[in-house]
């Protein structure tokens, strides 16, 4: 059985991630969505509320399961024992992060693969921090955003 994980902070989840998710999911019989406390990023949302939005937003994907780790992404990665640890790549300038940390995560274990999935097209700019930024500006986030990212929004009273 392949299983891949998918971490990230998803402060919140955006359709650039669910884009992700879904292509992954077609590569793994299994995919764990894991939400990743990073101690340092302020993040809007818990990560109770990050885990909620985003199994909301997989709900019609079967071979989806969403998880949450404090620790690191690799240790929560052979617990689950995936064999690949799927990321993102928006731009050119998340390569240099990526490759480091794709460095540093063979060095921990080098059993586990990095897989990079580059963004759809239209989905480059799509980022945590400007949805939150265009939400708090009062521009619109409906396609940027599943809504139950707005509704949780809503529920915070913001």
Do not use: W
């Amino acid at each position: 059985m392949k299983i891949g994980i998918y971490p990230g902070s998803f402060d919140p989840v955006t359709n650039g991630h669910l884009d992700i998710i879904e292509r992954a999911s077609r590569l793994f019989d299994k995919l764990y969505v894991c939400v990743a406390i990073n101690p340092n990023k302020k993040s809007f949302f818990t990560k109770e509320e990050r885990v909620k939005m985003i199994k909301s937003a997989v709900s019609n994907m079967e071979n989806v399961e969403v998880v949450s780790t404090d620790g690191l992404v690799v240790s929560k990665a052979k617990e689950l024992h995936a064999t690949a640890i799927v990321r993102g790549l928006r731009a050119v300038t998340d390569f240099e992060f990526e490759f480091q940390l794709a460095a540093a995560n063979e060095y921990i274990d080098p059993t586990i693969e990095m897989v990079f999935l580059m963004s759809s097209s239209g989905k480059g700019f799509i980022s945590s921090s400007n949805v939150k930024d265009f939400y708090f500006s009062n521009v619109d986030i409906s396609k940027l955003v599943p809504q139950v990212v707005i509704d949780t929004f809503k529920e915070k009273g913001k």
